[in-house]
């Protein structure tokens, strides 16, 4: 102080290096400060800045900003409709352990968004890891199924029978709000709520209005079918299986209708269908009661292309026998008969297990 008694103007003054060092900011808090920013901005409509803000907390390590990347790719907004990109940006927060970009990203392959055709194989991986993340046993219990549905999992929209109308309601809306069903691109990229109101790395519950149920009218309905799953192996030998009993029981019809139709040419009686071209009972004979029932136990797509391969061992059967290199069965029709057959079960039985069998859609299971 000066003599008169007032402070040293000095002192007021201040020296700027000899200040208190402002402490610096955590990556932590920047993160948080920026979802926040970018919350308003949504809120604000105001989608190019709020699609900065995620990238630079992307940038910095947050999932959640990653889980929001991936939902503008796969909208379409900002930086235009990119599957693959919003595939990479959910699977990049997938494996940090971000349970809505594991449902989301399962639901977009399910339905097939990502390269335009189903991935039910690589859905099942984040599908196994949304029931990690729940602490479930797997996913083929009802009480799995269940808490997978619950989660948004569009697989299991209609595997719970006993669920109520207002329970499927509620689970088929949050299942589209995390990618199931969608196709092309929205006018407002629609982030869950665990985006909109809570801080990073926690998994919020929806919002009240989309807590609320709804009447159900007289008949209610599922409005979001379950997309039929893939065949087991078990369900593909099975096919084989009764594809062989429909073939091996054509050719002992086949035998017991040639000799019918002999010894009714013997007594000079008219073969129907065939009359004296008696050869022709072994091609009816497996095409009706070997062949055409197999539709029942394989998709039309293995079917015709198990008919393709067969035909064209049935010609080099037919060729062969007539150069004599393989003379198995007399006559030449006949090997030729028989060479169809046995590839077009081997080709069924590859193709089964390709996934051309059908499977029963009674319940989605991984």
Do not use: C
């Not at 949504?42 to 910095?60: F, G, N, Q, S, V």
């Not at 594991?102 to 977009?108: F, S």
């Not at 009802?142 to 299991?156: K, N, S």
């Not at 073969?271 to 091609?283: I, K, Q, S």
């Amino acid at each position: 102080m000066d003599p008169r008694g007032n402070p040293d103007p000095e002192l007021l003054e201040g020296d700027g290096d000899d200040s208190p060092e402002r402490a610096p900011v955590s990556p932590e808090a920047r993160i948080a400060a920026l979802l926040s920013d970018a919350r308003a901005a949504r809120a604000d409509k105001d989608l190019p800045r709020a699609h900065a803000i995620y990238t630079e907390a992307a940038a910095l390590g947050s999932t959640d900003a990653d889980y929001a990347l991936g939902v503008f790719a796969l909208a379409g907004q900002v930086v235009g409709r990119d599957p693959r990109l919003g595939a990479t940006h959910l699977r990049r927060a997938a494996d940090a352990g971000h349970l809505q970009a594991r449902v989301h990203l399962a639901n977009v392959l399910d339905t097939g968004l990502v390269t335009g055709l189903p991935e039910p194989e690589r859905a099942a991986l984040f599908i196994r890891g949304v029931a990690r993340s729940l602490a479930l046993s797997g996913t083929d219990t009802a009480a799995d199924q269940r808490a997978l549905a619950e989660a948004g999992v569009g697989r299991f929209l209609t595997a719970v029978e006993d669920a109520t109308y207002e329970e499927t309601q509620r689970w088929t809306k949050k299942a589209r709000a995390l990618g199931y069903g969608k196709r092309g691109p929205a006018s407002d990229p629609e982030l869950p709520p665990a985006l909109v109101h809570s801080s990073p790395g926690t998994e919020a519950e929806p919002a009240p209005s989309q807590r609320q149920l709804t009447e159900p009218p007289p008949k209610p309905k599922v409005t979001q079918p379950l997309r039929a799953r893939g065949p087991s192996a078990g369900e593909a030998l099975a096919a084989a299986g009764f594809a062989l009993l429909f073939l091996v029981a054509s050719w002992g019809l086949a035998f017991a209708g040639v000799q019918a139709a002999h010894t009714a040419l013997e007594l000079g009686q008219k073969v129907p269908l065939v009359g004296h071209r008696v050869d022709l009972v072994w091609p009816l004979a497996v095409g009706v009661v070997g062949v055409w029932p197999t539709l029942l136990f394989y998709r039309g797509s293995a079917f015709l292309r198990a008919v393709g391969i067969a035909v064209l061992a049935a010609f080099a059967g037919f060729m062969l026998h007539g150069t004599g290199r393989l003379q198995l069965i007399e006559p030449r029709e006949v090997q030729a008969l028989a060479a169809f057959t046995v590839a077009l079960w081997l080709a069924l039985l590859v193709l089964g297990f390709a996934g051309g069998a059908k499977a029963s859609s009674k319940h989605a299971s991984l």
